[in-house]
């Protein structure tokens, strides 16, 4: 992997859990299409929305009240959609340019709807539901699902099944592993993975690398991303570094199904590397 002290992702991924901003790792990964980004500024901008909600929530303690508020003022006063005319865009992905077109996929919108909302004092936490980012709202006895691709709607069971079916044009069961919680570092990697099918579909293979290794940096323990890692590797001609990757995705994975494939790939890599020596 690249050298850790040329790029400031490093030092935040490497924070716990608890001490993580996730408005400032999503900065942190725009700044990498973005190098004169200002961080700070969109931080201000958040805290000053966080700051109108907050004025109109602080009188009452019903969860559905502090919703309806939030959900009136990010999608009506402040014009927040999901960008369903553009949804693959590359800049879908950086909160940045969320931030100022107002538009984005349901992960970037999510993390303007989660950190408008915790920074007003709400309990709001991110779900990685399969192939539709979500959010929760999160009390002892209540949890509130909620689409804010779709304006901050209330998501039932049903929505819930008809989203799944949606997604996979096939009859998938609903799970509560598909309503797990997301920690931020989870959320941020799945905002480098999208980037990381973006990069690759535009054969910008060295920045693709880049979103991929710092998936690393965030979960190195996220078995299926060190194969994705070794194919591009590969594609950037560091063998390698594809080779070792290749081998801690079998290290981790234990027997996986495509195994024998991904050996062969090793043996190829070896096999090209004794040629290029």
């Known amino acids: 992997m690249r050298n850790p002290k040329t790029d400031p992702f490093f030092s935040f991924?490497?924070?716990?859990?608890?001490?993580?901003?996730?408005?400032?790792?999503?900065l942190l990964i725009a700044q990498g299409e973005y190098p004169e980004l200002n961080i700070e500024a969109y931080l201000r901008q958040l805290d000053e929305m966080a700051d109108a909600v907050r004025e109109q929530i602080q009188a009452t303690t019903l969860p559905e009240q502090h919703i309806a508020e939030l959900?009136?003022?990010?999608?009506?006063?402040?014009?927040?959609?999901?960008?369903?005319?553009?949804y693959y865009a590359l800049g879908n992905n950086f909160l940045n340019i969320v931030l100022e077109q107002k538009t984005g996929i349901p992960i970037t919108l999510a993390v303007v709807y989660i950190e408008v909302g915790r920074r007003a004092g709400l309990p709001l936490v991110g779900i990685n539901f399969p192939g539709h980012f979500l959010v929760k709202y999160r009390l002892e006895h209540l949890d509130?699902?909620?689409?804010?691709?779709?304006?901050?709607?209330?998501?039932?069971e049903d929505t819930l099944r008809s989203k799944l079916q949606a997604n996979f044009e096939e009859s998938v069961s609903l799970a509560p592993s598909m309503l797990a919680e997301a920690t931020d570092k989870e959320i941020?990697?799945?905002?480098?993975?999208?980037?990381?099918?973006?990069y690759t579909l535009l054969e910008k293979y060295d920045k693709?690398?880049?979103?991929?290794?710092?998936i690393m940096w965030l979960l190195p323990e996220a078995t299926g991303d060190y194969r994705t890692l070794g194919y591009?590797?590969?594609?950037?001609?560091?063998?390698?570094?594809?080779?070792?990757?290749?081998?801690?995705?079998?290290?981790?994975?234990?027997?996986?199904?495509?195994?024998?494939?991904?050996?062969?790939?090793?043996?190829?890599?070896q096999k090209l590397l004794s040629r290029l020596n």
């Not at 959900?71 to 553009?86: A, H, P, S, V």
């Not at 509130?144 to 039932?156: A, K, P, Q, R, Y």
């Open 188 to 198: 941020l990697a799945r905002i480098l993975r999208n980037l990381t099918r973006a």
């Open 144 to 156: 509130i699902l909620l689409d804010v691709f779709e304006n901050g709607m209330l998501m039932t």
């Open 208 to 214: 693709a690398v880049t979103a991929a290794e710092r």
């Open 232 to 269: 591009l590797y590969y594609k950037n001609h560091a063998y390698h570094k594809s080779i070792t990757a290749f081998e801690t995705y079998l290290q981790l994975a234990k027997e996986p199904p495509d195994a024998a494939a991904v050996e062969r790939n090793i043996q190829q890599l």
């Open 13 to 26: 991924a490497n924070l716990d859990n608890s001490e993580m901003q996730l408005a400032m790792g999503a």
């Open 71 to 86: 959900n009136r003022y990010l999608f009506e006063e402040k014009g927040f959609t999901g960008n369903i005319d553009n």
